[in-house]
């Protein structure tokens, strides 16, 4: 993802400087997208929250002594370090910065900041993949759960998906909506621009091929089809392979350190942040949608 | 205007095998920013901090560490994680080809063009032959010391290998069940009516990032002295009567004929 996180974004606290009394206890998950899902002129407040998870291994970076290292904001000229409301986003302009808050960006299009307006219907297959850069799932917040549902099954009955445009952090995005599984999902789409054409590639015009060539082609291809995606062919091999590694050291006792323990603990890396606020995310979608998973 | 290739490649379809080299699809259209102190204009970095000694720590400098469920951490080297990499390779090895709609969307991560590399006639025989079966081809490649998973498929005709998200990345949301349907008929009816009042094709190519351009306005506006405060809306609440909303929005949709505003 292109976008940084900036100031007054989703995330807590990203230093080590947390509050003492905030020590094992993790804060509610806090979506990266919070306002109204309109269809129609039925609205719905509701949350986005990551589909997806950040790759590798579970690996975090330590100092060559083995302590877990913190994340923070510091000041290049004299290295003070600062916290996330000392910041605010500079933007380049004749030499110097110009700044804008948050709410600056908001505030140039109140409305796709704040709803996103599912204002025509696509059909899915029309959702090219080439656009798709990341998934959300969008969780209803209170008193909104018929409504919710009711999008869910009429997007799942006609096979379509609720287009619109938002605005999330200073920048704005094209959003495909689709019911899967019960649930609404949000993807977010590159906009024409930001894929790049052929010829800008500097690809060659597409000519006919060889008859012999392509059927050549075409049968080894036949030969391989199959009906689903086998995720097992998707696993993360070289995540597997650290992990192994690591566990192996362990079992060994070799280069294992004490945990750091108490109110002392760095603040999490920001995978492992992400990852426990998704497995909060389950459970708030698991208590909105009113039924537990299958054991 | 042309771009340099990422990677150069053999796709492997069964026996066949086309030389490819790897384009990125994707070009950064995003304003760029910096984070600044909102006090002087300071530039600010995020860096890394030893927690004990407040001591900033090099990227360079820093370990790699594990952190195993019981809580200990196992401290890996550099050169360790460096005998992990994969084994270099320059097959782009297609293992089976399935319907499209058989990738949930959220698997895609990020596109590359394939374009040809020594054998025209293969490139362009891949294409017509990807074109022919109208299937996307689960592909694995390794590039710069990493393992990719791809789609191999066509986009404006040409071959492009979209990388897919690993296993790991994609959370196991189909542990949801859908909610108990305990939704009045009348209501789902009455919302397929609005779906299929609002239904259009989508053009990709009609959606265009004006707000990019506002962000531009903005900090031009505002270098050039003016202000551009706001306030920032609170989410409406949810709709209290969903049939009354609905009628209403099938009505204001038949207005409008189903064209977007």
Redesign the interface.
């Known amino acids: 993802m292109?976008?940084?996180r900036?100031?007054g974004g989703a995330r807590a606290s990203?230093?080590?400087a947390g509050d003492p009394s905030d020590a094992g206890r993790r804060e509610a998950p806090r979506p990266v997208w919070?306002?109204?899902l309109?269809?129609?002129?039925?609205?719905?407040?509701v949350g986005l929250y990551?589909?997806?998870?950040?790759?590798g291994?579970?690996?975090?970076?330590?100092?060559?002594d083995?302590?877990?290292?913190?994340?923070?904001?510091?000041?290049?000229?004299?290295?003070a370090?600062?916290d996330e409301r000392?910041?605010?986003?500079?933007?380049?302009?004749?030499g110097?910065?110009?700044?804008?808050e948050d709410?600056?960006?908001?505030?140039?299009?109140?409305d796709?900041?704040?709803?996103i307006d599912?204002?025509?219907?696509?059909?899915?297959?029309?959702?090219?993949?080439?656009?798709?850069e990341n998934?959300y799932?969008l969780v209803p917040?209170?008193?909104?759960?018929?409504?919710y549902?009711?999008?869910?099954?009429?997007?799942a009955?006609?096979g379509?998906?609720?287009?619109a445009?938002f605005?999330m952090r200073?920048?704005?995005y094209?959003l495909?909506v689709?019911a899967?599984?019960?649930?609404l999902?949000g993807?977010t789409?590159?906009?024409?621009?930001?894929?790049?054409?052929?010829a800008?590639?500097?690809?060659?015009a597409?000519?006919?091929?060889?008859v012999g060539?392509?059927?050549?082609?075409?049968?080894?291809?036949?030969?391989?089809?199959?009906?689903?995606?086998?995720?097992?062919?998707?696993?993360?091999?070289?995540?597997r392979?650290?992990?192994e590694?690591?566990?192996g050291?362990?079992a060994r006792g070799?280069?294992?350190?004490?945990?750091?323990l108490g109110p002392?603990?760095?603040a999490a890396e920001l995978d492992?942040e992400l990852e426990a606020t998704?497995a909060d995310v389950?459970a708030l979608?698991?208590e909105s949608?009113?039924?537990a998973?299958?054991a | 205007?042309?771009?340099r290739a990422l990677w150069r490649g053999v796709v492997r379809?069964?026996?066949?095998r086309?030389p490819v080299r790897l384009?990125?699809?994707?070009?950064?259209?995003?304003?760029?920013?910096?984070?600044?102190?909102?006090?002087d204009?300071?530039?600010?970095?995020?860096?890394?901090?030893?927690?004990?000694s407040?001591a900033?720590?090099a990227?360079e400098?820093?370990?790699?560490?594990?952190?195993?469920p019981?809580?200990?951490?196992?401290?890996?080297?550099a050169e360790?994680?460096a005998s992990?990499?994969?084994e270099p390779s320059r097959d782009v090895t297609?293992?089976?080809?399935?319907?499209?709609?058989?990738?949930?969307?959220?698997?895609?991560d990020r596109?590359f063009?394939l374009?040809?590399d020594e054998d025209?006639?293969?490139y362009?025989?891949?294409?017509?032959?990807?074109s022919?079966?109208g299937?996307v081809?689960?592909a694995?490649w390794v590039m710069r010391d990493?393992?990719y998973?791809g789609?191999l498929?066509l986009?404006?005709?040409?071959p492009?290998l979209?990388a897919?998200?690993?296993?790991?990345?994609?959370?196991p949301?189909?542990?949801?069940?859908?909610?108990?349907?305990d939704?009045d008929a009348e209501?789902?009816d009455l919302?397929?009516r609005?779906?299929?009042t609002?239904?259009?094709?989508?053009d990709?190519?009609a959606?265009?990032?004006?707000?990019?351009e506002?962000?531009r306005e903005?900090?031009?506006a505002?270098?050039a002295g003016s202000e551009?405060?706001?306030?920032?809306?609170?989410?409406?609440?949810?709709?209290p009567d969903?049939t009354e909303?609905?009628r209403?929005?099938?009505a204001?949709?038949r207005e409008e004929g189903g064209t977007?505003?």
């Open positions: 292109a976008e940084r900036g100031p990203a230093g080590g919070r306002g109204t309109a269809f129609g002129l039925v609205t719905l407040p990551p589909a997806t998870r950040s790759g291994a579970p690996l975090r970076l330590v100092a060559p083995g302590t877990p290292l913190a994340r923070r904001y510091y000041r290049e000229r004299d290295g370090f600062l000392e910041i605010v986003r500079g933007y380049p302009e004749a110097g910065f110009v700044t804008v709410e600056e960006l908001a505030a140039l299009d109140p796709r900041s704040t709803v599912l204002d025509v219907f696509v059909p899915l297959d029309q959702v090219d993949p080439v656009y798709v998934a799932v917040e209170a008193d909104a759960l018929t409504a549902r009711l999008v869910v099954a009429s997007l009955a006609e379509r998906a609720g287009i445009t605005v200073g920048r704005s094209l495909a689709v899967h599984g019960g649930t999902r993807l789409l590159r906009y024409h621009d930001e894929v790049r054409e052929p800008d590639v500097g690809l060659p597409l000519r006919p091929a060889d060539a392509v059927a050549r082609i075409e049968a080894a291809a036949r030969e391989l089809y199959a009906d689903a995606l086998d995720p097992d062919e998707l696993a993360d091999a070289g995540a392979r650290v992990v590694l690591a566990e050291k362990l070799e280069d294992v350190r004490e945990p750091p002392e603990e760095p492992e998704l389950m979608l698991r949608l009113g039924r998973t299958r | 205007m042309t771009v379809i069964g026996d066949a086309v384009y990125p699809a994707v070009a950064d259209r995003s304003v760029s920013f910096r984070l600044l102190d909102r006090r204009r300071e530039p600010v970095r995020r860096a890394l901090v030893h927690p004990a407040g900033v720590v990227y400098d820093a370990k790699r560490g594990y952190l195993a019981t809580g200990e951490l196992v401290v890996l080297r360790e994680l992990l990499a994969p297609v293992t089976r080809f399935i319907p499209a709609e058989a990738i949930e969307l959220r698997w895609y596109p063009y374009g040809p025209d006639e293969a362009h025989a891949l294409a017509a032959a990807l022919r079966v299937r081809g689960v694995h990493r393992e998973h789609a498929r986009h404006r005709g040409y492009v979209v897919l998200r690993s296993a790991g990345e994609v959370l949301l189909e542990r949801f069940e859908a909610p108990p349907g939704l209501l789902v919302a397929r609005l779906v299929g609002l239904a259009a094709d989508l990709h190519e959606y265009v990032d004006d707000y990019r506002a962000v903005l900090v031009a505002k270098a551009g405060p706001g306030r920032r809306r609170a989410p409406a609440p949810a709709s969903l909303a609905l209403r929005s099938l204001r949709g977007r505003g």
